[in-house]
């Protein structure tokens, strides 16, 4: 079992910058990919980001490749999605996930065992 918890959310203005941190539960972090997702309001969840048990591989929407990063810390057993450039349609609830034993890192929901509660960035104009 493992319980995810977001945080970093907040308002910021277009073009601005924001880490998201998400702290996971458990001794075995180390085991699993995480990702990270998005719900902007009335659409569906989207993937953004993914990364590798080890930190070795990463991927990224297209829709944020450039500007958004993200990394791991496994002594921490923590997740981060460093966002720069924003702008207002990264606006949503974001979600960082887990997945168990995941190789390559994948961006399908389905494949993610556990998901935090999310945290809201807004992006104002």
């Known amino acids: 079992q493992v319980q995810l918890v977001e945080s970093g959310g907040g308002l910021v203005q277009a073009g601005g910058s924001l880490r998201l941190s998400c702290a996971a539960s458990?001794?075995?972090?180390?085991?699993?990919?995480m990702g990270w997702f998005r719900q902007a309001p009335g659409k569906e969840r989207e993937f953004v980001a993914a990364?590798?048990?080890?930190?070795?591989?990463?991927y990224y929407a297209d829709s944020v490749k450039g500007r958004f990063t993200i990394s791991r810390d496994n002594a921490k057993n923590t997740v981060y999605l460093q966002m720069n450039s924003l702008k207002p349609e990264d606006t949503a609830v974001y979600y960082c996930?887990?997945?168990?034993?995941?190789?390559?890192?994948?961006?399908?929901?389905?494949?993610?065992?556990?998901w935090g509660q999310g945290t809201q960035l807004t992006v104002s104009s």
């Open positions: 996930a887990a997945a168990l034993g995941l190789y390559p890192p994948a961006g399908t929901e389905y494949e993610y065992d556990y």
């Open positions: 458990g001794r075995t972090f180390s085991s699993y990919a």
């Open positions: 990364i590798s048990w080890s930190g070795g591989s990463t």
